[in-house]
């Protein structure tokens, strides 16, 4: 007899493997499981034209070149190689960001302002969006990157990179994107050719954990980054290591559905959203973040009367949840978007953050009221 589980909501985490990408991934995991760089027989050419295949695909999803495509082992990765490896190249200079990025864009910059590199970070409105307007405005002669995610990871809530990608137009500054939210699902803003860097991981639209990439648009004739590993000369010299066939192959095809079902997931995503909406309007709750310029895949909600570990305890049998990054779980104290936001220290103690993937059955959202109605009143950890 099998046990019911809850419902998986924290796809901003991690989502399901499509059982397409799995079956691509086993057959270069389990029959051709030749190394790409063996050239002196075929195992090895087919691993090869299958991670030159996943490049197209991943390449597509942007429109950008093949070339232009470096697999790494997630946005995490890309991120760090993006940022440091342009530092490398440049010595000194300026960087602007934001106060919301996510911690593998946030750490990084860090890290380059302790080794004298001076850092500009721009706060949000409360509606967890930067002005546009607000970035450029502090871009100067000797600022050598920009630095700004495409879809907040806490919030969901969609940044202008459109908007600064045109402003930059004619600053000689990089612009990287930390696409790790909107690759695959949100294309339009992505394909603006201004953007130099994108980072972006395949287990968040239904490929495997463990591979993404950074796409370095070359607008100049030379490669600006300079590689953080060495040994091996693998992904142009940028990335050493031999390639995972099976993971690059599933993460090609997660990129191939996401942009031929692009249309599809957005329908089914919205519906979704409005389905949760609706059915937690029995319950005392506040939206955090412009509702207007969200993703259709993530919402931020914080209970009024309860912390976010009692949400997440009392929905336990029913769906599985997160009270913000995954990839911050380690932190004990304010969500640092919501502080930059403006958002009370009560309001963000009982934020939880609800995320979906075009194939998640709705939840029971009766059962779930009755279990936070079920939460006896002045328990330790209830907020006022």
């Known amino acids: 007899m099998s046990v019911r589980r809850p419902v998986y909501l924290d796809c901003a985490a991690t989502s399901p493997p499509d059982p397409r990408v799995v079956e691509v991934m086993h057959r270069y995991l389990a029959v051709e499981f030749g190394n790409q760089g063996s050239r002196t027989h075929e195992y090895g050419t087919r691993a090869r034209q299958a991670v030159e295949r996943a490049r197209d695909q991943v390449a597509a999803v942007v429109a950008a070149r093949r070339s232009e495509v470096i697999f790494t082992s997630g946005a995490t990765e890309a991120n760090n190689l993006a940022i440091l490896g342009l530092a490398e190249s440049t010595g000194r200079g300026h960087i602007v960001s934001t106060q919301i990025e996510h911690p593998a864009a946030l750490e990084p910059i860090v890290e380059l302002e302790r080794r004298g590199f001076e850092v500009t970070r721009v706060a949000p409105t409360t509606g967890g969006w930067v002005d546009p307007a607000e970035v450029l405005r502090e871009v100067r002669s000797d600022t050598f990157l920009v630095s700004v995610m495409q879809v907040n990871n806490e919030t969901g809530v969609q940044q202008p990179i459109a908007e600064i990608a045109e402003g930059l137009a004619r ?63 693998q992904e142009r010299g940028l990335r050493p290591g031999t390639l995972p066939a099976h993971l690059i192959a599933g993460f090609g095809m997660a990129a191939e559905l996401a942009v031929s079902e692009a249309p599809e997931r957005w329908r089914t995503a919205e519906e979704f959203r409005t389905r949760v909406l609706a059915g937690m309007a029995g319950t005392d709750f506040a939206v955090n973040g412009d509702l207007d310029r969200m993703s259709p895949y993530i919402l931020n909600v914080s209970f009024r009367g309860f912390d976010s570990d009692q949400v997440m305890e009392a929905w336990a049998d029913l769906a599985a949840v997160s009270n913000g990054s995954a990839c911050a779980s380690h932190q004990i104290t304010c969500s640092h978007v919501l502080a930059a936001m403006g958002i009370d220290e009560r309001r963000a103690a009982g934020a939880v953050r609800i995320s979906w993937c075009p194939a998640t059955p709705l939840p029971d959202f009766a059962a779930m009221t009755r279990a936070l109605e079920s939460i006896p009143a002045g328990i330790h950890g209830r907020i006022a």
């Open 171 to 233: 600053s000689a500054a990089k612009l990287h994107v930390d696409a790790a939210q909107g690759f695959g699902k949100i294309l339009a803003p992505l394909r603006h050719p201004r953007i130099d860097l994108i980072s972006a991981s395949a287990h968040k639209i239904g490929g495997p954990q463990g591979v993404g990439a950074l796409i370095a648009r070359r607008r100049e004739s030379a490669w600006v980054l300079r590689p953080l590993m060495f040994g091996g000369g």
